[in-house]
C-alpha cells in the first residue's frame, strides 16, 4: 500500500524492577522501500526494521513512537502507544513505622501500581507471610531487616527495607504486697516493686490511677475489693502491665 500500515508487538511490556529490557518487535510489512523511525520514550532513538530488546533505566511509564516512510513515494504514517513500556518496582513497600515495642502490629504495604499476583513477606526472623500486605507482630526483641518479593506474570521483584526494623523489648512487671486483706479501717498496704527495664510507673485500683511513684503505699478506708495493677514504661516508650494481687477489706460482724 502506499501508506504504510505500523503494527508493534511489545509483548509483556512491564519491567518488574528498577531497570531492565524488553522485547519490541515489529509486526509491520518488512520491504525494502520501507524505513522505521523509532523513539523509545527513554531518551534513545533507531532507525531500522526491527530495533529488538530495548533498555529502560528508572521507573516510569514510557511512549514509544513509531513512524513508518514509504520511500517510493514519500508517504508516511504515524503510531503513538502511550505506557507502552512500564518500569516498576513491583515489590517496593512502605512500613507503618521504623521501630516498634515486641507485641507491635506492624504493617507493611505495597506502593507499586500494579497489583503481585504472588507475595511474600520475610520478618527477618525465619518466618513469613503469603499475603499482599504485611501484618505482624514480633515476639522478640532485636533489629530485623523486612523482604518483600512479589511475582507477576513470570517476573519476580525483590525489596527490602532501607534500615532494619527495630523491635524493642518490653519491662518485666513484677510487684508483691505486704498484705491482701485486713478489717481495721483505715488500714495501709506496702508495696514492693521488683519490675526491671522500667523507668515510669502507674499504680492503679479496680482500673483508676492512683499514684506514678515507684512503690507506694496504699490506704485502704473501707471494704471492698481492690484490685491493684502496676503499668511499667521504659524509655522506649513501651509498656506492659500486671495485675496480680487484690486487697479485700472486710467488716468482722458481731456473734
Same mark, same amino acid.
Given at each position: 500500500?502506499?501508506?504504510?500500515?505500523?503494527?508493534?508487538?511489545?509483548?509483556?511490556?512491564?519491567?518488574?524492577?528498577?531497570?531492565?529490557?524488553?522485547?519490541?518487535?515489529?509486526?509491520?510489512? &518488512?520491504?525494502?522501500?520501507?524505513?522505521?523511525?523509532?523513539? *523509545?520514550?527513554?531518551?534513545?532513538?533507531?532507525?531500522?526494521?526491527?530495533?529488538?530488546?530495548?533498555?529502560?533505566?528508572?521507573?516510569?511509564?514510557?511512549?514509544?513512537?513509531?513512524?513508518?516512510?514509504?520511500?517510493?513515494?514519500?508517504?508516511?504514517?504515524?503510531?503513538?502507544?502511550? !505506557?507502552?513500556?512500564?518500569?516498576?518496582?513491583?515489590?517496593?513497600?512502605?512500613?507503618?513505622?521504623?521501630?516498634?515495642?515486641?507485641?507491635?502490629?506492624?504493617?507493611?504495604?505495597?506502593?507499586?501500581?500494579?497489583?503481585?499476583?504472588?507475595?511474600?513477606?520475610? *520478618?527477618?526472623?525465619?518466618?513469613?507471610?503469603?499475603?499482599?500486605?504485611?501484618?505482624?507482630?514480633?515476639?522478640?526483641?532485636?533489629?530485623?531487616?523486612?523482604?518483600?518479593?512479589?511475582?507477576?506474570?513470570?517476573?519476580?521483584?525483590?525489596?527490602?527495607?532501607?534500615?532494619?526494623?527495630?523491635?524493642?523489648?518490653?519491662?518485666?512487671?513484677?510487684?508483691?504486697?505486704?498484705?491482701?486483706?485486713?478489717? /481495721?479501717?483505715? *488500714? !495501709?498496704?506496702?508495696?514492693?516493686?521488683?519490675?526491671?527495664?522500667?523507668?515510669?510507673?502507674?499504680?492503679?485500683?479496680?482500673?483508676?490511677?492512683?499514684? /506514678?511513684?515507684?512503690?507506694?503505699?496504699?490506704?485502704?478506708?473501707?471494704?471492698?475489693?481492690?484490685?491493684?495493677?502496676?503499668?511499667?514504661? &521504659?524509655?522506649?516508650?513501651?509498656?506492659?502491665?500486671? !495485675?496480680?494481687?487484690?486487697?479485700?477489706?472486710?467488716?468482722?460482724?458481731?456473734?
Amino acid at each position: 500500500s502506499e501508506i504504510p500500515v505500523i503494527n508493534v508487538d511489545f509483548g509483556n511490556a512491564i519491567i518488574c524492577g528498577v531497570a531492565g529490557d524488553i522485547q519490541i518487535t515489529n509486526r509491520s510489512p &518488512n520491504l525494502s522501500n520501507l524505513q522505521y523511525e523509532w523513539d *523509545f520514550g527513554n531518551g534513545k532513538t533507531f532507525t531500522g526494521y526491527d530495533p529488538g530488546r530495548v533498555q529502560y533505566l528508572g521507573e516510569g511509564d514510557y511512549t514509544v513512537s513509531v513512524k513508518a516512510i514509504n520511500n517510493a513515494n514519500n508517504c508516511s504514517s504515524s503510531a503513538r502507544y502511550p !505506557e507502552a513500556v512500564v518500569v516498576d518496582n513491583i515489590s517496593k513497600f512502605d512500613l507503618n513505622r521504623q521501630n516498634g515495642c515486641v507485641g507491635d502490629n506492624i504493617v507493611g504495604t505495597s506502593t507499586s501500581k500494579i497489583v503481585g499476583e504472588n507475595h511474600i513477606w520475610e *520478618f527477618g526472623n525465619g518466618k513469613n507471610q503469603n499475603t499482599a500486605s504485611m501484618s505482624y507482630s514480633y515476639p522478640d526483641s532485636g533489629c530485623y531487616i523486612v523482604r518483600h518479593i512479589v511475582d507477576y506474570k513470570g517476573c519476580r521483584s525483590i525489596s527490602v527495607s532501607n534500615n532494619c526494623l527495630r523491635i524493642y523489648p518490653l519491662p518485666q512487671v513484677n510487684y508483691t504486697v505486704d498484705k491482701t486483706r485486713d478489717c /481495721k479501717y483505715p *488500714f !495501709e498496704v506496702k508495696t514492693t516493686n521488683n519490675s526491671k527495664g522500667a523507668n515510669d510507673f502507674e499504680w492503679q485500683i479496680n482500673g483508676s490511677t492512683i499514684g /506514678k511513684d515507684t512503690a507506694p503505699n496504699i490506704l485502704i478506708q473501707q471494704e471492698g475489693t481492690y484490685k491493684i495493677k502496676l503499668i511499667a514504661t &521504659n524509655s522506649f516508650g513501651c509498656r506492659s502491665s500486671s !495485675e496480680t494481687e487484690s486487697i479485700q477489706g472486710y467488716k468482722v460482724k458481731a456473734q
